[in-house]
């Protein structure tokens, strides 16, 4: 009903005149379908242009694999075959959304450690189930002849249709010829070029497989991508392997160069497209290439088992590494595919071959959070305590992203849990900095030291600061760890009190200065946090201490305008100054104190800065 009257009021609003209004009135609609009747034919009555317009955008939201962000949306709709991609014509996202009348609409996503974002939706999920449904359910009878209504009821395979021959396109823009990137932080560079990149090459085959017979415009394409370039192949793979996430979460850990020509027989099999009934018949040829060198570890990757299959019968080496040092294995456990993992064990593939950026697959799938993977790992024979100088072990990397099922299976499989030589994080330490309160526990249980050598920070009861959980720095301090001064900053610099109050009950010293010379009631001061500053002054800091870039505690509150915390620590004896000037003051000093002994000349010139 709500819904109802909103539609009601939103056309209501768009009349010219109180005249308009009161004759809308006496015609309300009975009911949603009706409602959605009536705006078809607004949206019939539009400009073609923008008539056109909403069937695109309502169809590229109804058979979208995943909800696309307003960038993503607003690409997917410029792509036009008929013209070149430098004249592809990007509408606002208001005029898109005003051509469909509002039955789209903009939410807002938040994923926690990243900026937020607009995805586009129907306004309710009734609007796509009444125009993906049978028209001939509805009275269409349309006082406007020539513009049918019937255009705008989509059915699956006309929308898969569309969308298909769009991303078939979206390939030949030039920046897929360039080739992938060099290095995993220009992916993010290349997003930005190409928005529809993330969504087109992970989703375009999921598009053409569900097709039953392809249309003449979506063959064409097909075949256009299919005679491209190598580096076209590879940009595709490279773009695929994230996975089409909106927001490249560890790019690095996905990152593959593909620095190794891809051809089109790679390409095909490392997609859904071996599936498609065209490459059954007259696209046969292309299969009938034969694969590049890595074929395997690339289709491992994105978990086309029957290709695998094809590919180990076609001799290619199941351990064999790629340039990146991946291999099959490796491959398949970092991206989850546990049936491709269960085929490669049961063809032979070694479960303690190294390489990759985790070097293991144990530990790759451990990072990934693929519990039964790591089962099968490990009942396979893989060493749980396999250790990689980059990445430490499965249990750190179970540790840090925080999987208590998976920690568990390590340490019941035997896992060490003070592992540690002065390159990476230990598990306890991970654990420690992301709060993980009952993974510390188990491994408090299982025998962690918590005064064990740290790379991050200065001792895992920092790392436990660092992660703003007060239970989990209580876990270590009951445990015995030894009381760190340097632990003090953490809580300072975020306002923490009762953490603050445990170590300085503990014994932490209160005027602890950092590398720089920095005390923690500066870091305090620069927050603006006048409780943190008042339970230091009253543990007995140094309101005249001075060290790093903001000189004191007082020109911290000053340079930030913190005034009460000013007045507090004039109020403890702090020595009023000038305002923070950046350092000028120092340099000043510094100067004048260097030209002693220099000539006359050099001594004024010096005190002219």
């Not at 000013?566 to 000043?588: F, T």
Request: some cysteine.
């Amino acid at each position: 009903m709500f819904l109802w009257v909103q539609l009601q009021l939103d056309n209501l609003c768009r009349q010219a005149d109180e005249y308009d209004i009161e004759e809308e009135l006496d015609k309300l609609p009975p009911n949603l379908d009706a409602t959605y009747l009536r705006i078809l034919q607004q949206m019939n009555a539009q400009a073609r242009p923008m008539r056109n317009l909403a069937i695109r955008a309502l169809t590229w939201v109804f058979y979208a694999d995943r909800p696309l962000s307003v960038e993503e949306f607003i690409e997917a709709i410029a792509i036009d075959s008929t013209v070149d991609p430098a004249s592809w014509r990007r509408y606002s996202k208001e005029s898109i959304i005003e051509s469909c009348f509002q039955l789209l609409q903009l939410q807002h996503v938040h994923i926690y450690g990243y900026n937020d974002y607009e995805i586009v939706r129907p306004i309710h999920y009734s609007v796509k189930e009444f125009l993906t449904a049978n028209p001939d359910t509805y009275d269409l009878s349309d006082a406007i002849r020539g513009k049918p209504l019937l255009d705008f009821f989509v059915h699956s395979q006309t929308g898969h249709s569309l969308l298909a021959e769009h991303m078939l396109c979206y390939f030949l823009h030039p920046m897929w010829s360039k080739g992938p990137v060099e290095f995993f932080s220009d992916l993010g560079r290349r997003v930005l070029d190409l928005p529809l990149s993330l969504y087109a090459s992970r989703f375009f085959d999921s598009h053409l497989v569900y097709l039953s017979e392809l249309s003449n415009s979506v063959r064409k394409g097909l075949e256009a991508l299919l005679q491209s370039v190598a580096a076209v192949f590879a940009s595709v793979l490279q773009m695929r392997a994230l996975n089409g996430d909106r927001d490249i979460v560890d790019t690095n850990t996905h990152y593959l160069k593909y620095d190794w020509e891809v051809n089109v027989s790679t390409f095909v099999w490392c997609t859904n497209l071996s599936n498609m009934p065209y490459f059954q018949n007259e696209g046969k040829k292309w299969l009938q290439i034969k694969p590049s060198k890595y074929s395997l570890t690339a289709a491992a990757s994105f978990g086309t088992k029957d290709a695998i299959s094809r590919l180990i019968e076609a001799g290619l080496d199941i351990d064999q590494k790629d340039g990146d040092g991946g291999f099959p294995l490796y491959s398949a456990a970092l991206y989850g595919n546990l049936d491709v993992c269960h085929l490669l064990i049961s063809k032979g593939a070694d479960v303690n071959t190294q390489g990759g950026f985790f070097g293991t697959a144990l530990q790759a799938a451990s990072k990934g959070g693929h519990e039964p993977i790591v089962r099968i790992l490990l009942g396979a024979g893989a060493d749980v305590n396999a250790y990689i100088e980059r990445t430490s072990t499965a249990l750190e990397a179970a540790c840090w992203e925080g999987y208590e099922t998976i920690v568990r299976i390590l340490l019941d499989a035997g896992a060490h849990v003070n592992v540690h030589d002065g390159h990476s994080s230990n598990a306890l330490e991970s654990a420690c900095i992301n709060g993980e309160e009952s993974i510390v526990r188990m491994l408090l249980d299982a025998g962690a030291d918590v005064n064990i050598k740290t790379i991050s920070y200065s001792s895992v009861l920092q790392a436990a600061c660092q992660g703003d959980q007060g239970s989990v720095v209580r876990l270590i301090l009951d445990a015995g760890a030894k009381v760190d001064s340097f632990a003090l900053y953490p809580p300072c610099e975020k306002g923490n009190e009762s953490i603050l109050r445990m170590l300085l009950d503990a014994g932490a010293d209160v005027n602890i200065k950092s590398h720089d010379g920095a005390t923690v009631l500066q870091s305090a001061c620069a927050g603006g946090y006048e409780r943190i500053v008042r339970i230091l002054l009253d543990a007995g800091a140094d309101v005249n201490a001075q060290g790093g870039y903001l000189v004191s505690a007082l020109q911290a509150a000053k340079k930030y305008d913190y005034q009460n915390i000013v007045d507090l620590l004039l109020q403890a004896g702090a020595p009023d100054e000038p305002k923070y000037d950046g350092g000028l003051r120092i340099y000043r000093r510094v100067s004048q104190t260097r030209s002693l002994g220099s000539s006359e000349s050099q001594s004024t010139e010096t005190s002219e800065l």
